[in-house]
């Protein structure tokens, strides 16, 4: 398993931290793990995960999942 920091996330997802919070918040996308008082990460699959769930979307745009 391997936890994506803020930076390496923005790389993969192309989103600012504030659009990230706000899809978070909302509940479609993957939540934040807490490393410790001050560090959170993302856990690599479950971004890897949600990027797979838009690129089959583009091939099939009736899939709403």
């Known amino acids: 398993m391997r936890i994506l920091s803020k930076r ?3 790389e993969m997802v192309l989103y600012s931290p504030q659009h ?3 899809l978070e918040k909302a509940g479609t996308f993957p939540k934040r793990v807490q490393i410790g008082p ?3 990460g ?3 699959s479950e ?3 949600w990027l ?3 690129l089959d979307r583009r091939e099939d ?3 709403h999942s």
């Open 8 to 10: 390496q996330l923005k």
């Open 20 to 22: 990230v919070a706000r």
């Open 38 to 40: 001050n560090r959170v």
């Open 42 to 44: 993302w856990v690599e």
């Open 47 to 49: 971004i890897l995960d």
């Open 52 to 54: 797979q769930t838009r």
């Open 61 to 63: 745009p009736t899939r």
